[in-house]
C-alpha cells in the first residue's frame, strides 16, 4: 500500500473583477450588505468567449504538472471536479485530456459541488494508494457567472458566487507517514432540493420544456439556495467532518498547522475558526477577492497559501468542504 502526495499546485482566475459596487449597478444590492454577510469584497467573472470551465482548468493544471515536475506523459488519470461542465456531456475531464495532449489516460467527472475537490482528491488518492497510478491530475474548476440570475430576483445566491480554478497532481509516496493521511465523505441527499440548480434535468423539465413554456418567471434553470437553512448545516457538518479527521488520525485541533476550508462564506470560516481555537494563521481564506468558486475554492486557497509559504514541509494541513447534496468532506494530509 501507498501513500499519495501532492506534488504540484497551480490556480488560475479570470482577470475581469467584478466589484460589489458593480453588482449593485446592476442589482439591487450593495457592498455594506454583501461584506457583512459574507465579507465577500470582490470576484471573477469570465468574459464569455475567452475562458471556459475547461480553459481554465487547463490553465491551473498547466502550473501544476510543471511545479510538480511530473512530465506530461506520466500523468495516469485525471479526475475534474465541477458543477458548471462545458457541455451538458461529455465532461470536462476527456476536454483536458485532449487539450492537454496528455496520453488516452482515463479521466473521470465528479459532480459533487462545493465538496467536489476533495472527492476528486479521494478518488486519486484511492487509486494511487492500491499502486494502480502514479500521478493523477486532480481539478477544480467552475464558470458560476454564465448561469447566475443577475437581477434583484437572484441576488441572495449572485453575489456569492464567482469563476476560477485549482489543480493539483497528486504523486506515489512510499513513505506512508507523508502525503494524504485519510480522506473522509458524507452526503444527505434528503437536502437536495436546498442549494440546486433544478433544470435542465432528464428527469425534470428538458430545455425543450423551458423554451415552450416561455415563462418570464421560471427561475428553475438558476441556482436556488435556502442560505440560512445551507449556513446551519454547513457550520455543523464542517466541525463534525476535521474531528473525525483529527480522530481517525489520532491527532488533536492543536497539531493543525493549517486549515482550508472550502470558501463559502467568510462567516462560516470564522465560526469554525473560532470553535476549534485556531489562529488567524492557521486557516487559509481568500473568499473576499474570489468569491465561492465552488469545486475550485478548496485548490485555489491551498495554492494560494502554499505560494505564500504558509505550508511547510512536516504541516498537518486539513482540507474541508460542505455544499450542495448535503455533501461533506475533509482530508488530513502530512505535507
Ligand atoms: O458553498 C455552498 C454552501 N453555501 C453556503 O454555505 C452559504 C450559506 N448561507 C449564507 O452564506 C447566507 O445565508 C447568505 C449570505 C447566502 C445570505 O445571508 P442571510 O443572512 O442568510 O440573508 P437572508 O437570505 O436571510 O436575507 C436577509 C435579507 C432579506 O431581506 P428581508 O426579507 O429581511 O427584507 C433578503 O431579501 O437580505 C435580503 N438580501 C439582500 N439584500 C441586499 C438577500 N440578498 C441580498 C443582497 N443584497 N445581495
Redesign the pocket.
Known amino acids: 500500500m501507498y501513500h499519495s502526495k501532492i506534488t504540484g499546485l497551480g490556480y488560475y482566475v479570470p482577470d475581469h473583477v467584478v466589484t460589489n459596487d458593480d453588482l449593485s449597478k446592476i442589482?439591487?444590492?450593495?457592498d455594506e450588505?454583501?461584506q457583512e454577510?459574507?465579507g465577500i469584497q470582490e470576484r471573477r467573472h469570465i468574459i464569455p468567449g475567452q475562458d471556459t470551465t475547461t480553459s481554465m482548468g487547463v490553465k491551473a493544471a498547466t502550473i501544476a504538472i510543471e511545479r510538480s515536475g511530473v512530465a506530461k506523459e506520466d500523468i495516469d488519470f485525471v479526475v475534474f471536479a465541477t458543477l458548471s461542465p462545458d457541455y451538458y456531456f461529455p465532461g470536462p475531464g476527456v476536454l483536458v485530456q485532449r487539450d492537454l495532449g496528455l496520453r488516452t489516460v482515463g479521466a473521470l467527472d465528479v459532480r459533487n459541488?462545493?465538496s467536489g475537490f476533495v472527492y476528486a482528491l479521494s478518488v486519486a488518492d484511492q487509486y494511487i494508494k492500491t499502486g494502480m497510478y502514479k500521478n493523477v491530475l486532480v481539478i477544480g474548476s467552475e464558470v458560476q457567472s454564465t448561469g447566475l440570475d443577475m437581477t434583484t430576483r437572484g441576488?441572495?445566491?449572485?453575489?456569492?458566487f464567482g469563476d476560477g480554478a485549482g489543480a493539483a497532481v497528486l504523486s506515489r509516496e512510499e513513505d506512508v507517514t507523508k502525503g494524504i493521511l485519510s480522506t473522509h465523505l458524507h452526503s444527505e441527499g434528503l437536502h437536495a432540493e436546498e442549494?440546486i440548480v433544478k433544470a435542465p434535468g432528464m428527469g425534470g423539465r428538458w430545455v425543450t420544456d423551458i423554451l415552450e413554456d416561455k415563462n418570464p418567471d421560471d427561475e428553475s434553470y438558476f441556482p436556488y439556495?435556502n442560505?440560512?437553512f445551507?449556513?446551519k448545516h454547513?457550520v455543523v457538518r464542517f466541525a463534525e467532518v476535521i474531528n473525525e479527521g483529527l480522530e481517525a488520525n489520532n491527532l488533536k485541533v492543536d497539531d493543525i498547522d493549517m486549515l482550508i476550508p472550502?470558501q463559502?462564506?467568510l462567516?462560516?470560516s470564522q465560526f469554525i475558526q473560532k470553535k476549534f481555537g485556531l489562529k488567524d494563521e492557521q486557516v487559509h481564506n481568500n473568499v473576499m477577492k474570489f468569491g465561492?468558486t465552488?469545486a475550485a475554492s478548496i485548490p485555489i486557497a491551498l495554492t494560494e497559501a502554499w505560494e505564500q509559504g504558509k505550508i511547510k514541509s512536516g504541516d498537518t494541513v486539513v482540507l474541508a468542504a460542505?455544499?450542495?447534496g448535503f455533501t461533506w468532506a475533509s482530508a488530513i494530509i502530512k505535507w
Do not use: E, P
Request: hydrophobic residues 40%.
Open positions: 442589482i439591487d444590492t450593495n450588505w454583501i454577510r459574507t459541488q462545493c441576488r441572495g445566491v449572485s453575489v456569492i442549494l439556495m442560505g440560512q445551507v449556513f454547513a472550502h463559502a462564506n462567516r462560516i465561492n465552488t460542505f455544499g450542495s
